[in-house]
Structures are given as structure tokens and as C-alpha cells.
């Protein structure tokens, strides 16, 4: 079954600079890649996706991108904010959504 | 458009009592899941459904977790002897899938239902 690894598992960066979460996955017939974000008390919340045929998606200040011969993903937050403060998990979909371990990101005012 | 809804937010029981936790999805989702999530860790799947047909429970505790989906809108999740390693937070997610289709659908969680066994 598909296996998805994330790192870091913590990141503290200082308010506007940019974080990057990396995360990889084992099987190559994956072809849906989505980002949550998870704060206290909440259930996860879609940031933003990918899907195997786009390598690169923007939003705002958050982008996507996905190497698929590599078979890694990776989350860019630009400007960051202190609301950007939360556990940010990576998923893979093939014949089931498999999740990350998580990576807690702190933005230091 | 309303969100998913789970009952209760928090339970406590003691190892060995019984607990159920339900699921309201978003309205036409005809796929729900049910994932536990153990603090500082992200969700595992527990049990997916396809409208009231069961996709996946290869990762379901059989011996003492049952979910059902009668009518292919809400859902139950019973933990029936509770133990300790039960402890988690029980979400509910569903999505827009569309039959035949089986990945790359995005998923939507609820609040989730925070479970500790005492």
C-alpha cells in the first residue's frame, strides 16, 4: 500500500519568511496530492491540492509542487503570518488517501 | 453548503465500556470515511463507504470496532470493548465521489470526536 513520509516534523520560522514541507511517497500509481491544515480543537482542513498531471500550483501564498519521477511533493508558504501557525499534513491518493505524520509549524512574530 | 457533522465533540469512558460516535456527511457526498487520529500523528483510515457498501476496512479493528451506514447518508463508528490505545480523536470525512470514480476526490473532515480511555 502507498506509505507517504513528511518532513520536518516541526519547522519555526520567523513572520514573512517562507516555510517548505516536503513530503515523499512510495506508490507511483498516486495521482492526487492534497495539504492540510490543522489547528487546535479542528478536524484538517484542505489547503490546497494537486493532481499528477500539473507539476506546479499556485494560491496566494501558498504553492504546490510535485515531482513525479522523484515521487515528492512539496508545500511553499511565502510572507508568512502568525495564523499560518498550525500542524500541516501531506496526503496521497491511489486506491486510498494515505497521510503524513505531520509537520508543526510555529510563525514567530 | 454545511459541513460535515460528528457527535459528541468529547467522551470519556473507562477500558472495557462501549462508545458510539455518528456522522452526519456534506449532503450528496456518496463516499464517507471514518479515520482516527492519535495525538501527533495523522489520520489513519479506518473504514470507507461508498454510498452504504463498505470500499476499504482493511485497517479496521474487527474485534471491537463496528461502523455501518444504513441508508447511505449517516454513520455510526462503535468501539465496543474501549481500550486504552483507543484514545484518539475519531474524524468523519466524506466526499463528492462519484460512482466508478475512486481517487483523486477531495476529502472534507469534520471537528472530529475526541475519545479518552481511562
Known amino acids: 500500500g502507498e506509505n507517504v513520509e513528511q518532513h520536518p516534523s516541526t519547522l519555526s520560522v520567523q513572520e514573512g519568511d517562507s516555510a517548505v514541507i516536503k513530503c515523499t511517497y512510495s506508490d507511483s500509481a498516486s495521482n492526487y496530492f492534497p495539504w492540510y491544515k490543522q489547528e487546535l480543537g479542528k478536524g484538517p482542513q484542505l489547503i490546497i491540492d494537486?493532481?499528477?498531471?500539473?507539476g506546479e500550483k499556485k494560491d496566494q501564498r501558498i504553492a504546490v509542487t510535485l515531482n513525479k519521477t522523484a515521487k515528492h511533493f512539496s508545500l511553499h508558504i511565502t510572507e508568512t503570518q502568525p495564523e499560518d501557525s498550525a500542524v500541516y499534513f501531506c496526503a496521497a491518493s491511489s486506491r486510498g488517501m494515505r497521510f503524513g505524520a505531520g509537520t508543526r509549524l510555529t510563525v514567530k512574530p | 453548503e454545511a459541513g460535515v457533522a460528528q457527535s459528541p465533540r468529547y467522551k470519556i469512558i473507562e477500558k472495557r465500556q462501549s462508545v458510539a460516535f455518528w456522522c452526519n456527511p456534506i449532503s450528496g457526498h456518496a463516499t464517507l470515511y471514518w479515520y482516527q487520529q492519535i495525538l501527533g500523528q495523522g489520520p489513519k483510515l479506518l473504514i470507507q463507504f461508498q454510498n452504504n457498501g463498505v470500499v476499504d476496512d482493511s485497517q479496521l479493528p474487527k474485534d471491537r470496532f463496528s461502523a455501518e451506514r444504513l441508508k447511505g447518508v449517516d454513520s455510526t463508528l462503535k468501539i465496543q470493548p474501549a481500550k486504552l490505545e483507543d484514545s484518539a480523536v475519531y474524524l468523519c470525512?466524506?466526499?463528492?465521489?462519484?460512482?466508478?470514480?475512486?481517487?483523486?476526490?477531495?476529502?472534507?473532515f469534520g471537528e472530529g470526536s475526541w475519545l479518552t480511555v481511562v
Open positions: 494537486i493532481r499528477s498531471n500539473v
Open positions: 470525512a466524506s466526499s463528492p465521489l462519484a460512482p466508478g470514480v475512486y481517487s483523486g476526490n477531495t476529502i472534507y
